[in-house]
């Protein structure tokens, strides 16, 4: 029969699981594993039904997400794993037939009347082999973003611009962030290096 594997529960501290023996190992003893919250039905779901966060920009992503994006497993393996396994829902974008996140509608279109009539997902998704390489750059709704919303105007794109400038100014990149991500969202690439787009 399959393996059994030990318990894990996850330590506060990062948020990470450990099985019994690392938790008497770091702590020299077991009161802390004792408050330990329990890892899901006793052991964590397989590699490749885990949700793992991104720390560059807060995310949940899968393990094929991950080596899609990054070309490898190493961020992958250092990334805290999500506990809520219930997987987030997801939702079919009738724009190009992929499965996204209530907040990827959101940070797509500005709002949740597209994800209201999106259709639920059905089955988990397909391993996704041959997406293209530029799948997840950095932004968890890529290309698809260009068919959607109508484009706004050159005036109002520059204003765009201009307020990200202003931001970045004054150091306020948080904000310069979220402008850029907005263009991004039309299908508006920056380039910092000549201030064009």
Do not use: H
């Not at 779901?45 to 966060?53: N, T």
């Not at 209530?102 to 391993?127: H, I, L, N, R």
């Amino acid at each position: 029969g399959a393996k059994q594997e030990p318990e894990r529960r996850v330590d506060p501290t990062d948020g990470k699981a450990y099985t019994k023996q690392e938790f008497e190992e770091c702590y020299g003893g077991l009161d802390e594993w004792d408050k330990a919250k329990r890892v899901g039905k006793q052991v964590l779901p397989p590699e490749d039904e885990q949700l793992r966060k991104d720390p560059s920009d807060g995310r949940c992503y899968t393990k094929a997400d991950f080596v899609e994006c990054y070309g490898g497993t190493a961020e992958w393996d250092k990334a805290e794993i999500v506990m809520e396994m219930e997987m987030e829902e997801r939702r079919i974008d009738p724009a190009d037939g992929k499965l996204y996140t209530k907040q990827d509608f959101m940070d797509c279109y500005g709002g949740t009347a597209e994800w209201d009539s999106a259709k639920k997902e059905e089955s988990p998704p397909p391993p996704p082999q041959q997406q293209q390489q530029q799948q997840r750059n950095k932004s968890p709704t890529p290309a698809r973003k260009e068919q959607k919303k109508q484009l706004p105007t050159d005036e109002e794109i520059s204003g765009m611009c201009q307020e990200r400038q202003d931001a970045r100014g004054k150091r306020d990149y948080k904000k310069a962030d979220k402008i850029k991500a907005e263009l991004r969202g039309m299908g508006i690439k920056l380039d910092d290096d000549v201030r064009r787009w």
